[in-house]
């Protein structure tokens, strides 16, 4: 099985823009979570979706924003880029999201906003 | 509101030598608990979990932790370290509100 693929690997952006991302799970799985990952703050949950719904949601202002196609694959977008969004944006899927299920990471999106 | 700790954003040891990461909880009962490893430019990997069925738990690449309920502890050893153990770990604990919480990890460094 092809392991979880995020697009594109690497992004620039300007203040101000926006940015949408791209998660595609393993096959099968239906849960997909997203992360921000920084040197200070670490990884950080930003949402996580299952079957096309939100089920979870960490403590990200409302310009962070998800969907979950029918497909599984998920989207990530980020609205009026701010300096401090640079990150490495980190998508994970599992089969069905539960508790103590194994999460596969995807190798992330890194962002640079100037 | 659950949260980890980990001790030593650095740690380095020795090839050859015991490698003793730390990480410290704070959850509701029951806490799920992950030790998971990321190598340069790669997204993460599971080591372990603990789910309540041991408290001493095997991982994968000869890993280990211990779930020590009395000291709110989940420390991750390996007996004898290699080149390729060189990464970063990071703990991280799930708690009935299902959102997972890392620790800002720890970058091991094996020296010849």
């Known amino acids: 099985k092809a392991g979880v693929t995020q697009t594109p690997r690497y992004l620039i952006k300007t203040r101000g823009q926006q940015v949408t991302l791209s998660c595609s799970p393993i096959?099968?799985?239906?849960?997909v979570s997203w992360y921000q990952q920084t040197p200070g703050q670490g990884l950080q949950f930003l949402f996580e979706?299952?079957?096309?719904?939100?089920?979870n949601k960490g403590n990200f202002p409302g310009r962070f924003s998800g969907r979950q196609f029918s497909n599984s694959r998920s989207e990530m977008n980020v609205s009026t880029l701010e300096l401090g969004d640079s990150a490495l944006y980190l998508c994970?899927?599992?089969?069905?999201?539960?508790?103590?299920?194994?999460?596969?990471f995807g190798s992330g999106t890194q962002l640079s906003v100037l | 509101a659950q949260s980890v700790t980990q001790l030593g954003s650095h740690v380095s040891v020795s090839e050859g030598a015991l490698v003793l990461l730390r990480c410290n909880y704070s959850?509701?009962?029951?806490?799920?608990l992950f030790w998971y490893v990321q190598y340069p430019n790669q997204g993460l990997q599971l080591l372990l979990k603990?789910?309540?069925?041991?408290?001493l738990v095997k991982g994968i690449n000869g890993f280990e932790a211990e779930f020590k309920k009395s000291e709110t502890s989940f420390h991750l050893t390996k007996p004898s370290a290699h080149m390729s153990d060189a990464a970063e770990y990071f703990c991280?604990?799930?708690?009935?509100?299902?959102?997972?919480?890392f620790g800002k990890g720890t970058r091991l460094h094996i020296l010849p």
């Open positions: 994970a899927s599992s089969e069905t999201g539960v508790t103590n299920e194994k999460l596969f």
């Open positions: 991280a604990v799930r708690g009935r509100d299902d959102k997972i919480i």
């Open positions: 979706y299952f079957s096309e719904t939100q089920r």
């Open positions: 603990y789910t309540s069925a041991a408290t």
């Open positions: 096959s099968g799985h239906r849960s």
């Open positions: 959850s509701s009962v029951p806490p799920y």
